[in-house]
């Protein structure tokens, strides 16, 4: 289940990545953790903090939409998706690493 991105809610919070432990600086806009890419399902509209699941999402897509690379994470707790634009901190090793890794499942 996608959901759309409405009611849209800057919200700028600092946090420590629960997948790798990096120390994250939010500014405004921060979805997932620049260092892993894994994010968390906190939000039933982007910014809101009302989804109760908490569980952890992890990318399993990435695509190419209107030039903007955007990842598709799904939550390992509930099945929920959620699409998020790449951002210039994500670290390009693990989006390459990501890319190898969702390539693999589509052979395998």
Same mark, same amino acid.
């Given at each position: 289940?996608t959901m759309p991105d409405t009611e849209f809610q800057k919200r700028?919070?600092?946090?420590?990545?629960? &997948?790798?432990?990096?120390?994250?600086?939010?500014?405004?806009?921060?979805?997932?953790?620049?260092?892993?890419?894994?994010?968390?399902?906190?939000?039933?509209?982007?910014? =809101? /903090? &009302?989804? =109760?699941?908490?569980?952890?999402? /992890?990318?399993?897509?990435?695509?190419?939409?209107?030039g903007e690379w955007r990842l598709l994470h799904r939550c390992r707790r509930c099945g929920?998706?959620?699409?998020?634009?790449?951002? &210039?901190?994500?670290? +390009?090793?693990?989006?390459?690493?990501?890319? +190898?890794?969702?390539?693999? +499942?589509? /052979?395998?």
């Open positions: 289940m700028v919070e600092d946090f420590m990545c629960e &997948a790798c432990g990096m120390y994250v600086v939010g500014g405004g806009y921060t979805n997932h953790c620049p260092a892993c890419l894994v994010s968390k399902h906190v939000d039933v509209h982007p910014g =809101d /903090r &009302a989804a =109760d699941c908490g569980g952890l999402m /992890r990318v399993v897509k990435i695509d190419l939409k209107d929920y998706e959620k699409r998020n634009k790449v951002s &210039a901190e994500d670290s +390009q090793e693990r989006l390459a690493e990501v890319v +190898q890794e969702v390539n693999k +499942q589509k /052979r395998g």
